[in-house]
């Protein structure tokens, strides 16, 4: 259920139905938008039937929300969500924030030497796993505190926002201590537990689509977080299983436009994860930016070969920096900036 506020609603009318939903036992969610103001309503909505909020003075309407994802949906928010990363970092604006790094930190020499040529190209946010979802328990798990320790202290040395990935409930405090962004891997789309509890941050969220997850299964997930407090996230999209196997996955581009045509959350395309194959990153970045993205997350390494995972589809700085000369012609073209 949404309420929909009169345009000219005062304050005192605003904090007037919120005491009232609050004691219904209901949860009150409001979006400021440029022109009114909405009220999601979340919790068992049966209760409305008997306690009709129309007649509170500076609602205009009352609405249900037919999707059962709520606060996620574009009825609850008019306008792109738009996040504020850092200073100069914002997603969801007109500049699209490209995220780039390595998969995995390695040590501090060689994610100090990635961080400086990613932010020379362009890039505002560095990526780099710390705890790491590997198919084998015998592949590199990544180097838990210590690798958010390195990330952390590059990013501040080049002058870059960082994300990293949380994969445990009981990470989710030191994570939070190191990153300006918390990434929920693809495997973890459906750890309710994680959700819940990342929905308890401040930190912007970077939810990635489970490999076998509908659009729908990904936005119920957003919703868990958002109906936690925490309104800041963006999804992304990191390709699908289908019975293709030329790539690692299918980049489903068309969850741009969908997710954008249901949702209010900025959408962010990982090209890497998609392809599998460094020389295929470069075509399906342009292909999200075409849709509509509002950031890019890509891995790149400067010796792929060494790489302790995902190497193959890991760009060479070089290359990335061409890419990055690419997109700037590209998101021009279609009034972003990037
Ligand atoms: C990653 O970003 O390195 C990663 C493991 O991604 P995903 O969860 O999309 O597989
Ligand atoms: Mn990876």
Redesign the pocket.
Same mark, same amino acid.
């Given at each position: 259920m949404i309420i929909v506020l009169k345009p000219d609603a005062t304050q005192a009318q605003i904090d007037h139905i919120v005491k009232q939903i609050t004691k219904l036992g209901l949860k009150p969610m409001i979006s400021q938008g440029t022109e009114r103001t909405i009220i999601g309503v979340i919790g068992p909505e049966d209760i409305l039937r008997v306690t009709p909020l129309e007649v509170y003075p500076g609602v205009e309407n009352v609405l249900p929300v037919l999707t059962p994802y709520k606060l996620a949906a574009r009825e609850f928010k008019k306008e792109g969500t738009v996040i504020k990363i850092s200073d100069n970092v914002i997603v969801g604006a007109k500049k699209i924030v490209v995220m780039a790094g390595p $998969?995995?930190v390695e040590n501090f020499d060689g994610l100090y030497e990635i961080g400086k040529a990613v932010k020379k190209a362009g890039a505002q946010v560095l990526?780099g796993?710390a705890f790491? #979802?590997r198919t084998s328990p015998y592949s590199f798990q990544g180097l838990g505190e210590e690798g958010l320790k390195y990330l952390s202290q590059v990013g501040k040395d080049v002058g870059l926002a960082t994300v990293t990935?949380v994969m445990d409930t009981r990470d989710v405090a030191l994570v939070e201590k190191y990153a300006d962004i918390l990434?929920?891997?693809? =495997?973890?789309m459906q750890n309710f537990n994680l959700l819940k509890e990342v929905g308890l941050t401040k930190k912007p969220i970077l939810l990635?689509?489970g #490999?076998s997850s509908t659009i729908k299964d990904l936005l119920m997930s957003a919703e868990y977080i958002l109906s936690g407090g925490n309104l800041n996230v963006m999804v $992304?999209e =990191?390709?699908i299983r289908t019975f293709e196997d030329s790539t690692r996955n299918t980049l489903d581009v068309s969850a741009v436009p969908v997710i954008k045509y249901l949702s209010h959350l900025p959408v962010i395309i990982?090209p /890497?994860?998609a392809a599998g194959k460094w020389n295929l990153v470069s075509p399906l970045a342009k292909a999200g930016v075409a849709a509509g993205c509002d950031g890019l997350?890509i891995?790149v390494h400067p010796h792929p070969e060494e790489a302790l /995972?995902?190497g193959a589809q890991s760009l060479l700085p070089e290359k990335f920096s061409q890419l990055m000369q690419e997109l700037k012609v590209l998101a021009k073209a279609l009034g972003r900036e990037i």
């Open positions: $998969c995995a990526r796993g790491k #979802p990935e990434q929920i891997g693809a =495997r973890n990635k689509r #490999p $992304c =990191r390709g990982d /890497s994860h997350i891995e /995972s995902d």
